[in-house]
T-cell receptor, first 114, second 115 residues
Framework: RKEVEQDPGPFNVPEGATVAFNCTYS??????FFWYRQDCRKEPKLLMS???SGNEDGRFTAQLNRASQYISLLIRDSKLSDSATYLC???????????????FGTGTRLKVLA | GAVVSQHPSRVICKSGTSVKIECRSL??????MFWYRQFPKKSLMLMAT?????????EQGVEKDKFLINHASLTLSTLTVTSAHPEDSSFYIC???????????FGPGTRLTVT
């Protein structure tokens, strides 16, 4: 089982639609959670951190369910510029003396159509 | 967020040669740097973690003698791909962070093509 799993998509949605992405992680010791956005042939860029209480940034809402080891991202009123790959990222510290590591999901491709 | 640069952004080399990629944190001191590799339509895979002044910790399946990592200062880490082969062609991305912090700042990546 992969440590971080995502539906690879692609999700093709019309402009203005609401789209939701899900992600599950296997390591219950995971400590921090993020959504990154990656455009073609570019580095990933932080979209938002994810907190247990849920958090919102404009059209983007992220949720974390630690009990179910599940993370979600909701995008409202999709724009053409939202077309990208969305990466679910989990941070964990392998040992008490180790360094935090990021584990990336495979990413979900989104294409917003005019 | 902090700024991380990589050089070169793109490199083409012949099979059997070695290639060095530099990763610099421009506005903060990075005690830890990470090297990732990403194949087309795949996710980022962590190759190794390097802490300034100590040996890098390699992930399972990554050959330390092939991918030499040096983190000699708090602002510079280098990855050398030795005796490159076409299957080493990939997008290599570094990130910089603090050992005790979960935050990482990513460089723009280096696209390596081995012919």
């Amino acid at each position: 089982r992969k440590e971080v799993e995502q539906d690879p998509g692609p999700f093709n949605v019309p402009e203005g639609a609401t789209v939701a992405f899900n992600c599950t992680y296997s390591n219950s010791a995971s400590q921090s959670f993020f959504w990154y956005r990656q455009d073609c042939r570019k580095e990933p860029k932080l979209l938002m951190s994810v907190y247990s209480s849920g958090n919102e940034d404009g059209r983007f809402t992220a949720q974390l369910n630690r009990a179910s080891q599940y993370i979600s991202l909701l995008i409202r009123d999709s724009k053409l510029s939202d077309s990208a790959t969305y990466l679910c990222v989990v941070s964990l510290r392998p040992t008490t003396s180790g360094t935090y590591k990021y584990i990336f999901g495979t990413g979900t491709r989104l294409k917003v159509l005019a | 967020g902090a700024v991380v640069s990589q050089h070169p952004s793109r490199v083409i080399c012949k099979s059997g040669t070695s290639v060095k990629i530099e990763c610099r944190s421009l506005d903060f001191q990075a005690t830890t740097m990470f090297w990732y590799r990403q194949f087309p339509k795949k996710s980022l895979m962590l190759m190794a973690t390097s802490n300034e002044g100590s040996k890098a910790t390699y992930e399972q399946g990554v050959e330390k003698d092939k991918f030499l990592i040096n983190h000699a200062s708090l602002t510079l880490s280098t990855l050398t791909v030795t005796s490159a082969h076409p299957e080493d062609s990939s997008f290599y991305i570094c990130s910089a962070g603090d050992r005790d912090s979960y935050e990482q700042y990513f460089g723009p990546g280096t696209r390596l093509t081995v012919t």
